[in-house]
């Protein structure tokens, strides 16, 4: 409801340039990046419940500071709170719905959570635009934070009566140690890295994408909203079908078709200059969402020692480098280089297939060894 609408309310409302609309959501990647090995690390060490709850009320404010700011630099250090917010708070929930769930359905499980995720993704753009052409602009703002608090109080009642199955680490291991076992496994490092390219593309969605169809058509907001809804309506029908076709395929393919999809919405986004053409890139791009995402963070479960679930899932949080210089770099290629920014991040999207392949060779070589 606010945060695909933020980079539009800083051009719009506080008359930001792109590099700085970049530099302003690249910060929420930036600290997502830095606070997800903490958050997995802290996750594993002190609980779930208490990362979980104390995470969900902070970054309840950090909505209403959203709405009450005026500056550009406080903007940036809301959005790099938000950032790690969902840092913290993304491994702990993640991590506590695979002490949950049989090994053998955690694949569904990440599909499912996304779906679950979608719905909302359904609703939210549709409630946003609503909002917007009703009242102020900082409204969405404040009712995402009074949602958030409660969220915040469901969960205080629904973890009280919950008992956690956690699988408690007992080595008393420190985050240096931590770091070095986490930095060795070479597996995981590949598996970030194209993770890292992935969101370096995935960024643009809601930073250029906007900025770009704003300048390329009239009523530029209106289809940006449209192809929210578009995206979210897309994952919902598709969600189910290509998830069942995806369990009957190794999640390496089910990743190559996803970013093969994925570089070809960008193409597409690229030589669009109408309306149905932008909603038929959305489509395709959507389609590659659904192959490649929920299989990101299944590959990392897959490779996590038992013990270090929610560290492996926090670590996870890495491949947010690429969304931190995504908006940088796109804000940069849009002012240089309007014409050919998405054939540029296409390329960069394709290159995260040679990463993914390297780290499945990488783990069927350990498994035959």
Not at 30 to 48: Q, V
Not at 92 to 115: G, P, W
Not at 307 to 333: C, D, E, H, M, R
Request: charge should be positive.
């Amino acid at each position: 409801m606010t945060i695909p609408f933020l980079a539009l309310y800083l051009q719009r409302e506080l008359g930001a340039s792109p590099l700085i609309i970049g530099i302003t959501l690249g910060a929420a990647q930036l600290f997502a990046t830095i606070g997800g090995i903490f958050g997995g690390f802290l996750t594993d060490k002190l609980g779930r419940k208490l990362i979980i709850l104390f995470t969900i009320f902070i970054w309840s404010a950090v909505f209403v500071g959203f709405a009450t700011v005026h500056s550009v630099m406080l903007f940036v250090f809301l959005s790099a709170l938000n950032g790690l917010c969902r840092s913290f708070f993304e491994p702990s929930t993640q991590a506590l719905m695979i002490d949950f769930t049989e090994q053998e359905k955690r694949r569904r499980l990440f599909s499912v959570r996304y779906t679950a995720i979608n719905i909302a993704a359904v609703i939210g753009p549709i409630c946003g635009v609503w909002l917007l052409s009703l009242s102020s602009p900082t409204l969405p703002f404040l009712i995402t934070g009074g949602m958030y608090a409660l969220y915040g109080v469901v969960l205080v009642i629904a973890l009280n009566n919950v008992e956690m199955r956690q699988q408690i680490n007992k080595e008393r291991q420190t985050l240096l140690q931590m770091f070095k076992v986490v930095g060795s496994d070479t597996k995981l490092l590949l598996l970030l890295a194209g993770g890292m390219l992935i969101n370096l593309g995935y960024s643009q969605y809601d930073s250029t994408l906007p900025q770009f169809i704003n300048l390329t058509v009239e009523n530029g907001v209106k289809l940006y909203s449209i192809l929210l809804v578009t995206n979210a309506v897309v994952v919902l029908l598709l969600q189910l079908p290509i998830s069942i076709y995806s369990e009957r395929i190794s999640t390496l393919k089910s990743l190559v078709i996803g970013i093969c999809f994925f570089a070809a919405g960008f193409v597409l986004f690229n030589l669009a200059t109408s309306w149905i053409v932008f909603i038929g890139a959305m489509v395709v791009f959507t389609i590659g969402e659904i192959f490649a995402f929920p299989m990101m963070n299944a590959m990392i479960e897959e490779i996590a020692p038992e013990t270090k679930k929610a560290t492996y899932l926090g670590a996870s949080q890495l491949k947010n480098a690429g969304g931190f210089i995504g908006p940088i770099l796109g804000g940069w290629l849009l002012i240089h280089f309007q014409g050919e920014v998405y054939f540029v991040i296409a390329i960069f999207m394709l290159l995260s297939i040679v990463f993914y392949k390297n780290a499945l060779t990488k783990r069927n070589n350990l498994d035959n060894a």
